[in-house]
Structure formats: structure tokens, C-alpha cells
């Protein structure tokens, strides 16, 4: 399974960009997918994630702000990014994993991007 970000970039507060991960390979019935982030200094946090069942949880710095969707027709996540703060700031990464307990742990995925930079000022 490989997985490619885009749709980073600088972003004025109060922004709403979108980002992408386009994932290929084999993907399994049953799988979770999330974004995460990781500021410098900071540890990576999840803050989104989907199941294959279309269940969504969100972390709480996000919650009501950002939206994670997947269409699976062209095996493609995004994160609909809304009102941005500078704190947003951060490399941000989608994840896969296959099966299992689905949520924001970055422990829990085995598939990983090489991330996105977001920049907010």
C-alpha cells in the first residue's frame, strides 16, 4: 500500500484548504485511514480517521473544524481543513492500515506518506 499527500502549502488564518492522499495498492474490505499531524518539537497527533464503514472520529483541536472523507471510486482521502489557525501549522500525513480497531493512534497504522506542509500565518 502506498500513499501520497498533496494539497500542502502557506495558508492565511482562516483558511479552508483541502487535502489529498491517493492511495494504491491492495486495500483490504475492512480498513481504517486517518490524517495526522506533527508540529516540530511537537509528537505526531492523530486528528482524523475514517473506517471502511464510513465512521469518522476527530480528535479534539479539530473536532468541528475539520471534515475526512474518502471516495472510494478513486481510492482518494482528503481532509477539508476549515477556519485554520496558525497553531494548525504543521507536517501533516495520511495513514492506512488494514482491519483491527480503528482511531486516531498513530500506533495503530502500518501505511504512512511522506506528508504535506501546512503553513498558517
Known amino acids: 500500500v502506498q500513499l501520497v499527500e498533496s494539497g500542502g502549502g502557506s495558508v492565511q488564518a482562516g483558511g479552508s484548504p483541502r487535502l489529498s492522499c491517493e492511495v494504491t495498492?491492495?486495500?483490504?474490505?475492512?480498513?481504517?485511514m486517518g490524517w495526522f499531524r506533527q508540529a516540530p518539537g511537537k509528537e505526531r497527533e492523530g486528528i482524523a480517521a475514517i473506517e471502511s464503514n464510513g465512521s469518522t472520529s476527530y480528535a479534539d483541536s479539530v473536532r468541528g473544524r475539520f471534515t475526512i472523507s474518502k471516495v472510494n471510486a478513486k481510492n482518494t482521502l482528503y481532509l477539508q481543513m476549515n477556519s485554520l489557525k496558525p497553531e494548525d501549522t504543521a507536517m501533516y500525513y495520511c495513514?492506512?492500515?488494514?482491519?483491527?480497531?480503528?482511531?486516531?493512534?498513530?500506533?495503530?497504522?502500518?501505511?504512512w506518506g511522506q506528508g504535506t506542509q501546512v503553513t498558517v500565518s
Open positions: 495498492g491492495y486495500i483490504h474490505d475492512r480498513y481504517c
Open positions: 495513514a492506512a492500515d488494514m482491519g483491527g480497531y480503528c482511531g486516531t493512534a498513530p500506533d495503530l497504522y502500518n501505511y
